[in-house]
């Protein structure tokens, strides 16, 4: 069965670093898309950060530039989110995904910036 896993989310102060990581299972991990989108309450998922298959090639949202790093160990089947300079406006659920042939998601770390 597929899934998913993302784990690191908690609680940290305004100027913090976290680091989520996304363990995939059950598919050809470097053979996908995987990105970072977060959703607060009544809002639209937005993506965050991408990188290709390879890892060649990383994209960001605009207002996470500069202050997080998506990478990925394709011999371990994880995608990571570091997370730095944290702002209290990057509370929210962050989910993995992985698109391919396919697209999958997992079920959502909290990530709470508050002092």
């Known amino acids: 069965q597929v899934q998913l896993v993302e784990s690191g989310g908690g609680l940290v102060q305004p100027g913090g670093s976290l680091r989520l990581s996304c363990a995939a299972s059950a598919f050809t991990f470097s053979r996908y898309r995987m990105s970072w989108y977060r959703q607060v309450p009544e809002k639209e998922r937005e993506l965050v950060a991408s990188i290709t298959s390879a890892g060649g090639t990383t994209n960001y949202a605009d207002s996470v530039k500069g202050r997080f790093t998506i990478s990925r160990d394709n011999a371990k089947n994880t995608v990571y989110l570091q997370m730095n300079s944290l702002k209290p406006e990057d509370t929210a659920v962050y989910y993995c995904?992985?698109?391919?042939?396919?697209?999958?998601w997992g079920q959502g770390t909290q990530v709470t910036v508050s002092s």
């Open positions: 995904n992985a698109k391919g042939y396919y697209e999958y």
